[in-house]
C-alpha cells in the first residue's frame, strides 16, 4: 500500500504541478496577446478631384475672365470672393465659393493601401500563398517590436517554476526542513515572499529571489534562539510586506533593507530579547511600529542623499532593535496607544537623521546607543515628544553631535574610526543613561566634544584609544551620578585627560596605561571632586607629574606597565582620602616635588626591602601609602634612611600585604 | 512476497498519480493560450483567395460579405477578458490594444476611443503596444478623416498636429522597424491628405517636402535601389523589408501627383536624390523611374 507520507507527497506534487500548469497558462496567455502580430490595416483615403490651392487658381482665373462684365456672374460676390482668393486661408469658404462658381460635385479618388500593397504582393510574387497562416503574418502583419521590459518571457517562466517550488515549499516545509524550529519561521518567510507571484515581475525579480535566500540564510543561521521569537519575526516581516506593497518604489526599497546590514542584525539580537523577554501579545503593535517606521523611512531614503539610502538600509535593524530593548526596559506601555513612545521617538529620530549630511559617523552600535538614550529620556519625559519640544530636542542632541563628528581637527587627530569609536562609546553610555539627555542635550556633547578635543591636542600616538577611554570614563561617571553635572567634574577630567595625553604623546606612558590612568582619575575624582577642582582642577595631573617624576628620579626603574599605572590610580584614591592638608597649602609645583620625593624615597627604600617581604605589586600600595603619611603628616623627614619613614614603610608593608591578597583573591 | 507486492503497488500508484497529475497539468496549461492564440490569429475570410486579414477590407474584384467575417472579433475580446479573471493586466491591456484596432478598421470609432481609453498604459510593453496607445487619439482622428472628401478646415491645425506626434512617435520606434514603418506610412498618408487640404502652392511645397522628407528616411540604401529599379532587385530579401518596399508604391504614386500640381518656383526639392526622380525628376531623363 502507498504510505500515507508517500501519499501526501504524490498529491502535493499533483497539486503543485497543476499550480504551474495553472500559472504558466497565464504567462504564455499574455505572451500570446502581447508579443503576437497583430493586423493594422490602413485606412483607404479619399483624394479630391481638385486641391484647394487649384481651386484657388481656378477662381482667380474665373474673376480674371469674367472681369467687367456686364452682368457681371458673380454679382454681388465677386468682392468676397476675389478677397477670399487674395488670402487664400479660410479653407471651407473657398470649398463654398467653388461649389458656388464651379457646381456639380467634384470627383474623389479612393486609394486603398492595403488593396494596393496585395495587388503588389501577387505581382510580385504571383506564387505567394496567402492562405498560409504564416505567410499572411509575414506580410501583413506588424511584429511587437521591441520589448520595454527588462525581463523576458524565457526568464520569467523560470521565476514561475522557482516562484511554484518556494510555494510548495511553504506548503510543504516539513519535507524539506526536519528541523522542528526552523521549519516554522522557513515557512513565515517563504509565505510572504511568494506573494505576490514572481513571475508578475518584469524586473530585478531575481534580486527578491536573492532576498529570500538571504533571509533565509539569516534565519536559520538564528534558529535555535529565534523559535520562540516567531511573532516578533511576523511583526518584521509583516512591517516589511506593508512597506513592499504601500510604500513608492516599496519593493526596491526593501529590498535594499533585507540585503543591508541591518536586517542581520535585527534578525541576530533585537528578536532574540523580544522573543526570550517580551510578552508575544506585543508583537502586533511592535510590528506596526516598524512598519510605520519603514514606511517613513521610504520616501526619506528615496528623496534623500544616497548616503542617507545606505546609511538605513545598513542600520534600520538597530533602529528597531533600539525600540526592542527600550520596550523591554522600560515595559511593554512604550508600544502601546495610539501614538506608541517607541514610535514617536524613532520617528523623530529618523527625520533628523535623515537631515544630516553625513550620519555615517551614527551607524552600528552608535545609533542603537543614541536611540536608546533617546526612547529612554522620552520614556521618562514624554512632553519632549510633544509637536512644539520634539524637534527643537532632537536637532538639538543630532544637530550637535554632527557639529562634534564635523569637526575638522577632531578628524584629523582622531581619524574617523577614532571618532566613530568614540560615538560609539558616548552613545553606548548615553543609552545606559538617558537621563543624561532629558535637559540640555546639547550641552552633553559639548562635554563629549571638550573632553576629545583636550585629548586630541596632545597629539599622542594613538589618541583613538584615548580618545575613547576618557570618554567612556567621563560619561559613565556622570551616568552614574548624574548630579556631577553641576559640578567641575568633566571640566577636571577633561584637563586631566588632556594632560594624560600629553604624556602618552612624550612616551612617559603608553596609550593603554594613560587610558587606564585616565579611568583611574575618573574613579578617584568622583570621591572627592572638590579637592580635585583646587589648583584650578589641575590636582589630578600634579599628583600623576610627582609620582612619574619621583620615578625618574629615583633612577632605579622599578614602575613600569601596570605596576605603574596600579600606583598612579592608587595614589590618586589615597589623595582623595587623605589628600586635603597636602593639596589645600601648596602650588602644583610644590605638589609635584613633594609627590615625587615621596615616590622617589619610596622607590629607594622599597629597592632595599624587595625579596624581603615585598615584591613589585606591593609598590602600588607602598608608595601611595607614603604620599598619604606624607600628606596626613606623619612622615616629616622624606627620606628612605630616615628611621621614622622606613618605621612607616614598615606598617605600610603589612597594609599592602593584605591588599595584595585581598586583590588576588578577588581575581 | 506481499512485501513485494505492496511494494509494487505502492510504486505503481506513485506512478499513476504523477502521470495524472501531468496530464491535469498540461491540460490546465494550454486552456488559456489556445483561446488567446484563437484571438490573436488572423483567421482567412470565406472565399479564401480574398484578403486574408480579419480586418481588412476586401479588395474591390473580391466578396463583399469578407468584410464583415470578422465582425464579432473585437466583442470576443470583452467575453474572453470577462471570461478570465486570471488574466494579467498585461494580457488585458494587449488585448484592449488589438480591440480598438479592429474597432478602428469597423470605423466603430467611438468604440476604438474607449478600448484604447481602457487600455492601461503602465502594462503595455512593447514598442508597437506602446505607439499605439501614445498615438491614439491620432489614429482615431486619422481613420475618421481619411474615408472623408477632404480635411474640413476645423481640422487643419489638428492634420498639423497628427503630422508632428506621428514624428516624434517614428523618432522614438527606430529600434522596432516594423513599427517605425506603419507609422512613417501612417505619415506619408496623412501628409499627403493634408497637402490636397491646403490652399496655397506655398504650403503645399513645404508639406510634400517635409512629408516625401520623413518618409525617405526609413529606406535604407537597398530599398532605395529597389524603389529604383525594382526589375534588377536581388531575390533574396527579408519579408519586413519587402513589405517597406511594396507598400511604399501608392505613396510615391500619389506624392509624385501630388508633386505635379508645383511647378516652377513652387516645384519640391527633396533630400533624398532617388525620390526626386521618382517623384519630381528635374531632369527630362531621370536615372530612377521605378521600373
Sequence with gaps: MLSPDAASLAIAVAAGLVKLGERADVLFAEKEATTSALAIPMPAVKFPEFSRATKVEKLQGYLDATAGQNPDPLGSDRKAIADLVEKAEDVNAIDAAFERVFPGRPTTQEIDPEGEFLKALRARYPRLDLMDEDTRVACFCCTAGVDARQLGYPARIALLVADVLAEFAAENTGLIVRDERARAIVQSVLERFAEPQLETYTAWSPLLRHTLGATIDGLLANRDTLASAKPWLDGILNALATVRDQADGGENFVVGLVRGKGYRVLLASGLLVAGERLGADKANAYGQMAADVLRAAAPLAAKGSESFNDFFQDN????????????????????????????????????????????????????YGIANAVIGTVATRPELLDPSAREAWVKDLIGSLAKTASDTGLQQSLTREGLRDAFRTAAGALGRHPELLSNQPAQRVEMISAVLQSVSAAGAVDTRVLATGAVAAVLTRIGEQPQLLDTPYAAVLSTFAGEVAK????????????????????????????????????????????????????????????????????????????????????????????????????????????????????????????????????????????????EVFGFLTEAAQRAVIARENRV | MKKRNARNWSGWMRRALLVLSLVVAVAACTTTTEQTKKITEPPALPGGTTSPLPQLPPPAASDPKAATADANSAKRIDE??????????????????????????????????????????????????????????????????????????????????????????????????????????MRAWVGLKYFWALPSRGKQKAVLEDTVNEYATIFTQADLAYLCTPSRAAGDVSAEDQRRRLRAGPVISQAAKAAAELTGSSKPTFREPLMQDLIAPTSPSPQCTGK
Excluded at chain 1, 321 to 326: E, F, I, K, N, Y
Excluded at chain 2, 90 to 113: C, E
Aim: hydrophobic content about 45%; glycine content about 6%; cysteine-free.
Design chain 1, 316 to 367: 534600520w535593524g538597530d533602529l528597531l532593535r533600539a525600540g526592542l530593548t527600550s520596550a523591554e526596559r522600560y515595559g511593554p506601555k512604550l508600544l502601546q496607544g495610539e501614538k506608541p513612545v517607541v514610535r514617536e521617538a524613532t520617528l523623530a529620530l529618523l527625520d533628523q537623521l535623515a537631515r544630516t549630511p553625513d550620519a555615517s559617523l551614527f551607524s552600528g552600535e552608535t545609533l
Design chain 2, 80 to 185: 474572453f477578458i470577462a471570461a478570465h479573471p486570471e488574466l494579467t493586466p498585461s494580457t488585458i491591456a494587449s488585448l484592449r490594444i488589438r480591440q480598438a484596432v479592429i474597432y478602428l478598421d469597423q470605423k466603430q470609432y467611438n468604440l476604438a476611443v474607449a478600448a484604447f481609453d481602457s487600455a492601461d498604459a503602465t502594462q503595455l510593453s512593447t514598442a508597437r503596444d506602446r505607439a499605439l496607445k501614445e498615438v491614439s487619439s491620432d489614429l482615431v482622428w486619422w481613420y475618421r478623416t481619411a474615408p472623408l472628401d477632404n480635411i474640413p478646415g476645423a481640422e487643419m491645425g489638428r492634420a498639423q498636429a497628427v503630422r508632428e506626434s506621428l514624428k516624434v512617435q517614428i523618432a522614438k520606434r527606430q529600434d522596432s522597424p516594423d513599427v517605425r514603418d506603419l507609422l512613417a506610412e
Design chain 1, 503 to 646: 604624556l602618552a604623546a612624550s612616551g612617559a606612558l603608553s596609550s593603554a596605561q594613560a587610558a587606564d590612568v585616565i579611568d583611574a582619575a575618573a574613579e578617584a575624582v568622583l570621591r572627592n571632586p572638590d579637592l580635585f577642582a583646587k589648583l584650578e582642577g589641575r590636582v589630578a595631573t600634579a599628583v600623576v607629574n610627582g609620582v612619574l617624576q619621583g620615578s625618574k628620579n629615583s633612577q632605579l626603574k622599578l614602575l613600569g606597565g601596570t605596576v605603574l599605572v596600579d600606583t598612579l590610580a592608587e595614589t590618586l584614591r589615597v589623595v582623595a582620602l587623605r589628600g586635603r592638608d597636602l593639596v589645600e597649602t601648596t602650588t602644583e609645583q610644590a605638589l609635584v616635588a613633594k609627590v615625587a620625593n615621596t615616590i622617589s624615597a619610596g622607590l629607594v627604600r622599597s629597592n632595599q626591602e624587595l625579596g624581603r617581604g615585598i615584591d613589585v605589586t606591593y609598590l602600588p600600595f607602598e608608595l601611595a601609602g607614603l604620599v598619604g603619611a606624607v600628606a596626613r603628616g606623619d612622615v616629616t623627614a622624606v627620606d628612605a634612611a630616615d628611621p621614622k619613614f622606613q
